[in-house]
């Protein structure tokens, strides 16, 4: 482990893609570490689309954490980025478009959802090409709850 870190002292930026919203119960050890360790070099971490460890839903910590300097995410928002240690965990929160309609990200969101992530929805500039229909579809299947 000493050494992956070593190595990752040399790097100018550390892009995190560990887990993902799809990460549940607490993380392993292994990888515990590996975030401990990461954390601890002080450089910058850029997350991909959640910083790894992190609950997406309520901003709970599952065992460990990236504390990201930025968070990429797409299409919107995760509700955990505004809750329990979310915010000490994401950075600065760039929100990318993938081309999803804002009628459909606002159809899917709860109303509570909505008024939390409100500011990065109304400024966020949804793409205006033709739409996706394969792309929206897997988006509902993936997150359908």
Known sequence: MNNILMELCSYAVIV??????????????LFKML????NNLNGPIVSIDI????????????????KA???VTFAAG???????????HTGEILVTD?????????????????FIMHPI????NFCQQPYNVPLIAL????NYP
């Open 98 to 114: 993938i081309c999803i309609p804002k009628e459909l990200i606002y159809l899917y969101l709860s109303v509570y959802d909505i």
């Open 69 to 71: 300097t930025k968070t």
């Open 35 to 38: 975030t401990d360790g990461v």
């Open 139 to 142: 988006f509902f299947l993936i």
């Open 51 to 66: 910083p790894s460890g992190l609950d997406y839903n309520d901003g709970n910590i599952l065992g460990t954490a990236m």
């Open 78 to 88: 995760k509700r955990g980025f505004y809750l329990g240690n979310g915010p000490l």
């Open 121 to 124: 929805l109304s400024i966020h």
């Open 16 to 29: 995190d893609a560990l887990f993902g919203t799809g990460l549940s119960g607490d993380v392993r050890e």
